[in-house]
């Protein structure tokens, strides 16, 4: 469900957490609802690690988002999501455990250059170091916001039935608030890299600690299935 960000929006919507309108282009050659907000990001709908986002993903007008739209259509052999561009700040939030999730502290994705009025994270992005971002972990928020990017993920990590591990990508809109972008269930874990073994270290998990706290709910789940099998024998 995570990996179809369509469906993930449709869900996490459902529980109450914000997140930019969206149209689903199966073609690239569909009319946009009357009054679709621009600017717009198109991205493929089943794609990770930001695969398909590049700058020219953010688009301001239909004829734009049509274009791209049919690129990433014939590119990826999948529908594009078409989604209203979030201007605010960009996090990022782990959640390690099951019914009551450990939220990590956010990491803020800082866009340097300030003449690029439409940021986007970009596949670029993820495959190397850039001097055009960096990542600020823990972020720099207020407890309001800290509070408000906490239940988001709580909400969406629910939704979207996950466990033992995952990381929300939210961003703010124009009036501040935060809406959910999407979901990873299988974050990248290369130590010293990957976003999420960046957020643990902040909060003083090494990385042995951190793989340890992934694996032991699902410990517990097998061995509760073991004792559970030998009592019925």
Same mark, same amino acid.
């Given at each position: 469900?995570? =990996? ?6 449709? #869900? ?6 914000? *997140?930019?309108?969206?149209? #689903?282009?199966?073609?690239?050659? @569909?009319? =946009?609802? /009357? ?10 709908? *089943?794609?990770?690690?930001? /695969? ?7 688009? @301001?007008?239909?004829?734009? !988002? ?33 019914? *009551? ?10 866009? &340097?250059? $300030?003449?690029? $009025? ?20 823990? %972020? $720099? ?13 709580? %909400? ?17 809109? %124009? ?13 990248? =874990? ?10 643990? !270290?902040? !909060?003083?998990?090494?990385?042995? %600690?951190?793989?340890?706290?992934? &694996?032991?709910? !699902? ?15």
């Amino acid at each position: 469900m995570a =990996l179809d960000k369509e469906l993930a929006k449709r #869900l996490v919507a459902d529980v109450g957490v914000a *997140t930019p309108p969206w149209f #689903l282009a199966h073609s690239g050659r @569909e009319r =946009l609802p /009357k009054g679709f907000p621009f600017p717009a990001i198109v991205k493929p709908v *089943t794609e990770g690690s930001s /695969k398909g986002v590049v700058p020219k993903s953010v688009v @301001e007008n239909e004829a734009e !988002a049509r274009a791209v739209a049919r690129e990433l259509v014939e590119r990826y052999k999948q529908p594009a999501l078409i989604e209203g561009y979030l201007p605010g700040r960009e996090f990022t939030v782990g959640l390690l455990g099951e019914r *009551t999730p450990r939220v990590l502290p956010p990491m803020e994705i800082v866009f &340097l250059d $300030k003449r690029n $009025k439409r940021p986007v994270y970009a596949f670029e992005h993820k495959q190397d170091w850039s001097k055009e971002l960096r990542y600020d972990t823990p %972020a $720099k928020v207020d407890a309001r916001l800290g509070r408000e990017l906490a239940r988001a993920a709580v %909400a969406s990590f629910h939704a979207l039935g996950c466990r033992d591990v995952a990381r929300v990508d939210l961003r703010l809109d %124009a009036e501040g608030r935060v809406n959910f972008v999407e979901l990873n269930p299988l974050p990248g =874990l290369s130590p010293g890299w990957s976003d999420l073994c960046l957020i643990a !270290a902040s !909060a003083n998990l090494d990385y042995r %600690a951190l793989i340890g706290r992934i &694996l032991a709910p !699902a410990i517990r789940r097998f061995r509760a299935n073991a004792a559970g099998a030998r009592t019925a024998r």
